[in-house]
């Protein structure tokens, strides 16, 4: 059972004759249970076991932070996943996947809320929450409203939204559109990847396949158009093949294509930091500061190339400058002790943050001076719940 929960095996691998074959080798006396006990049995009983575990430790846990998602399956079915955040007695951050349920109804602000908190009472930690981080659909805030929790937007999901309405200017979305194209044409058609595969063994370079978009992730497109410039040449030596191919790139639309891989690569490496399994609310700021430095040092020579930094730009300043005005992620900037006031862009909100926090070392009836929160790690922990 550890191995298929671990694994994410499926349950006919105890009926699998290689599998068979090596737990016998371990041991010729072990009976594997039936596909049907791994599965209605042995399960649930691993499943309960958990349940208790978690409910003994969140019972311990003064504070939590949880984040949440929806999504719809290919048949239409709509899920959430709750996922709570917690700091336990020895300081190490600790992550736990509450459920993945399924939503019934509408995803209202209203239902959403509903199903939020029978979770929250299954797991005992309805009190517990001092922030929801979710996307900054109207429907999630609305729920977080229902629930009198405070809502804090996904910095992930802020910074997709930047970069695909950048994409959508007319002087980018062309040659985006170009790049799909023909990526579309060599991954449905057998005699294009032949000739793709052959022209890049006749170069000497190493076998590469070409990487489609997709349309929710805005790294999909950075992805396609660097695989596009990489194998530049091999594609115009195929497509020189191919009387239906489309055009490949010129020389000016890969020194464009340059331009846009080189401003959106700050984004790649923010989207990194973000998908750390140790990402806390300190770093949007930081990583807004580092982003905007970026993108204002960049010269492009292209029209498409101002373009897309100028919408990338405005971008940042509407999706991404609010997070140094919010609650949360101001005082988890302050009290990082990996972080220094620099980390903020502007002068007045490291003093509006600092007040702030003096305003919550007072309410939780603290005598200790902010210098002194950030570098006690005990105490640091406390205000930062």
């Not at 002087?171 to 790049?179: F, K, R, T």
């Not at 793709?196 to 063994?201: P, S, T």
């Not at 140094?324 to 009290?335: D, F, G, M, N, P």
Request: aromatic share 8%; with cysteine.
């Amino acid at each position: 059972m550890q191995l298929i929960t671990t694994d994410l095996q499926p349950f006919s691998i105890v009926e699998d004759d290689g599998f068979k074959a090596f737990v016998h080798a371990l041991d010729p006396r072990y009976i594997l249970p039936s596909k049907s006990t791994v599965r209605d049995k042995l399960l649930f009983e691993k499943y309960e076991s958990g349940v208790s575990k978690l409910k003994e430790i969140l019972a311990e846990i003064e504070f939590v932070a949880v984040t949440t998602d929806l999504w719809s399956s290919r048949n239409a079915d709509g899920f959430m996943t709750i996922t709570c955040h917690y700091v336990d007695n020895s300081y190490n951050l600790v992550s736990a996947v509450l459920c993945t349920c399924q939503i019934q109804g509408n995803h209202t602000g209203e239902n959403i809320a509903a199903a939020l908190l029978e979770k929250f009472q299954f797991w005992g930690i309805e009190h517990k929450i001092v922030t929801i981080v979710g996307d900054s659909a109207a429907n999630m805030i609305c729920a977080c409203n229902v629930l009198k929790i405070k809502h804090f937007p996904c910095f992930a999901h802020a910074m997709n939204l930047v970069v695909q309405d950048a994409y959508k200017h007319p002087a980018v979305a062309g040659l985006i559109a170009q790049c799909k194209r023909l990526v579309s044409h060599f991954r449905h058609s057998n005699l294009a990847k032949e000739q793709l595969n052959k022209a890049q063994e006749l170069l000497g370079m190493k076998q590469l396949k070409l990487l489609q978009e997709c349309p929710t992730r805005w790294n999909s497109a950075f992805n396609m158009m660097i695989r596009v410039k990489e194998v530049a040449d091999a594609l115009t030596m195929a497509v020189s093949k191919l009387p239906n191919a489309p055009p490949a790139p010129s020389l000016e639309e890969l020194r464009i294509l340059k331009e846009f891989c080189e401003m959106l690569q700050c984004f790649e490496e923010a989207k990194k930091k973000c998908s750390s399994e140790r990402i806390t609310g300190s770093l949007p700021i930081p990583i807004t500061t580092e982003i905007y430095s970026c993108l204002t040092e960049m010269k492009p020579a292209s029209s498409q190339g101002k373009a897309l930094l100028e919408e990338l730009i405005k971008g940042v300043k509407a999706r991404l400058f609010p997070y140094e005005e919010r609650t949360v992620s101001r005082l988890a900037t302050l009290l990082d002790p990996r972080l220094r006031k620099e980390a903020f862009r502007s002068a007045s909100n490291v003093q509006q943050s600092e007040i702030l926090l003096q305003q919550e070392a007072t309410r939780y009836h603290s005598k200790i001076s902010p210098v002194c929160i950030t570098y006690n790690k005990t105490r640091l922990l406390r205000c930062h719940s």
